[in-house]
């Protein structure tokens, strides 16, 4: 198992940037895939990025490419969400995921997820 905790949520203004952490817990975190989703008030949970076990290939959502950036330091067992020029629209509940896919859209195909943290973008 692995164990999920996000941290770096905060409140932004428009065109700022903010990065997210996500620190994992279990010896084989090197085995997962990460990912990262976000989820807004009265909307369905939606994929933002994800990166697969070595860190060598990444997918974007169509939103937030060129944006977003997706990392991971297998040293430090951490993903990372690098946020830049946020929208109002990228407000919600960001979620870190584990044990999935680069190719997988659907929350219902990963395995494990942190309790999130909330993004706010201010115009």
């Known amino acids: 198992q692995v164990q999920l905790v996000e941290s770096g949520g905060g409140l932004v203004q428009a065109g700022g940037s903010l990065r997210l952490s996500c620190a994992a817990s279990?010896?084989?975190?090197?085995?997962?895939?990460m990912g990262w989703f976000r989820q807004a008030p009265g909307k369905e949970r939606e994929f933002v990025t994800a990166?697969?076990?070595?860190?060598?290939?990444?997918r974007y959502a169509d939103s937030v490419k060129g944006r977003f950036t997706i990392s991971r330091d297998i040293a430090k067992n951490t993903v990372y969400l690098q946020m830049n020029s946020l929208k109002p629209e990228d407000t919600a509940v960001y979620y870190c995921?584990?044990?999935?896919?680069?190719?997988?859209?659907?929350?219902?195909?990963?395995?494990?997820w942190g309790q999130g943290t909330q993004v706010a973008v201010s115009s």
């Open positions: 279990g010896r084989t975190f090197s085995t997962y895939a």
């Open positions: 990166i697969s076990v070595s860190g060598g290939n990444t």
């Open positions: 995921a584990a044990g999935g896919s680069i190719y997988y859209y659907t929350p219902g195909s990963w395995d494990y």
